[in-house]
């Protein structure tokens, strides 16, 4: 594994540009880089070595964007998050949509069910027989539903009593997986056709904590031991359903397990989404480093005093266990913090540091956010710059009036 020395600093000439692409708008802004974009994208393909990278929708949340990426060489396939915005993708004309969450929409399904070419283009997750049983109540017509099984990739230790990882599927072992195949393949209307396997404890966990470097080689130590023993499973596992069913593909990892993820043979492809646009928690690994592609900029508002400026609102925190990792980071200029005693405020947001000073009202401050994709439920709209220019405004879901909860 090649190891990475820390994010390097945004360039100045960053935050010249941006600002001088988004002279003409008023603030608060959101803008995509697409050199960043683009080449974060190259990346991401690169550390695939070949398999091909199925791109995660949440992280994006953009149509315009994920018909970007899919266009790049490398990619394939979407990974979805709801239902309801799998279908409308697949109406769209987005082909091969794995829903990658288990849904509760019997509305989604009776659509899915009356729709030949929607069930063709879609793949639901499934890891209880309950969800089999919801789908048929909600049946609007006998179209085949392609199911995906989900194979818990959390890390048990001391005998079970300590376990490290996502709950998410109750799918644990080959037998689990092999009996709840063989129950789907005997029901009409069902069939399997792939497995995913997230190791999230690993590809969302960065292993360069900064200023933590007792954690850091904990983390590492952990995910060192899941990543052997996960191996081992995931390949059973993939025997026993190959005893069952035909897998069209294998998923696994995110972002942060590209590498470690697409070095097992079982598995044939990888999703990521977060890399696209490098959010502030994925500059913490050493196996890689992204460029910042999608930022927002805060007016400035007032100037309270020395080494201090406020701008408009900002408060917008990232999904996850509440803590100070999941407010965004002011990140141009450099050198700015939050006040302690207010963080990242609902309508306003004092920030201190010396580059205060040379800010004036009317201003702007570009924050990164935490997470990738949960930045578009804040803006209708991301600006596409190229060098110093907007060359194109397009919608997010929710500037197409689509919140998918």
């Known amino acids: 594994m090649v190891i990475l020395d820390a994010p390097a600093p945004a360039p100045v000439s960053d935050r010249l540009r941006y600002d001088r692409a988004t002279a003409h708008l008023d603030g608060p802004v959101a803008v995509v880089d697409l050199a960043a974009f683009d080449a974060n994208a190259a990346d991401l393909v690169r550390r695939a070595g070949g398999k091909p990278v199925r791109v995660a929708s949440k992280s994006v949340r953009c149509r315009a964007l994920l018909e970007r990426v899919l266009a790049t060489d490398g990619f394939a396939g979407v990974m979805g998050f709801t239902l309801d915005e799998s279908l409308w993708l697949a109406r769209s004309g987005f082909r091969d949509i794995l829903l990658a969450y288990p849904s509760a929409d019997r509305t989604g399904f009776a659509e899915l069910t009356a729709d030949p070419q929607l069930a063709r283009e879609i793949t639901v997750v499934l890891d209880d027989p309950a969800q089999l049983d919801l789908i048929d109540k909600a ?3 006998d179209a085949e539903v392609r199911v995906c099984l ?3 990739t959390a890390l048990h230790l001391l005998g079970g009593r300590v376990r490290v990882g996502a709950r998410r599927s109750p799918l644990r072992t080959p037998e689990d997986l092999g009996a709840f195949a063989e129950l789907v393949q005997r029901r ?10 997230y190791e999230g404890h690993v590809a969302g966990v960065g292993d360069r904590v900064p200023a933590r470097p007792v954690r850091s080689q904990l983390v590492r130590l952990m995910q060192a031991r899941s990543r052997a023993e996960l191996a081992e499973r995931r390949a059973a596992v993939v025997r026993r359903l190959r005893q069952v069913a035909e897998l069209e593909f294998v998923n696994g990892g995110g972002t942060g397990s590209v590498e470690s993820t697409v070095a097992e043979r079982a598995v044939t492809e ?3 989404g977060s890399g696209l646009y490098q959010p502030q928690l994925f500059d913490n690994y050493r196996a890689f480093r992204g460029r910042p592609a999608a930022l ?5 508002v007032r100037r309270p005093g020395v080494g201090v400026v406020t701008v408009l609102g900002g408060g917008y925190p990232a999904s996850g266990a509440a803590g100070p990792d999941r407010s965004p980071v002011p990140y141009l ?20 540091g010396s580059a205060a000073d040379d800010l004036l009202i009317g201003d702007r401050v570009w924050f990164r956010h935490a997470k990738a994709g ?14 110093d220019r907007v060359v194109r405004t397009v919608p997010t879901y929710r500037g197409e009036g689509k919140t998918f909860l």
Do not use: K, S
């Open 139 to 141: 049946r609007g017509g």
């Open 150 to 152: 989900e194979l818990d």
């Open 188 to 197: 009409p209307g069902f069939r399997v056709v792939g497995l995913m396997a």
């Open 270 to 272: 990888v999703a990521a």
């Open 296 to 300: 927002f900029g805060q007016p400035v």
């Open 333 to 352: 200029p450099p050198g700015l913090r939050y006040d302690p005693m207010e963080g990242a405020g609902e309508v306003q947001t004092p920030l201190l």
């Open 374 to 387: 949960e930045l578009c439920e804040r803006f209708a709209e991301l600006h596409l710059i190229e060098g």
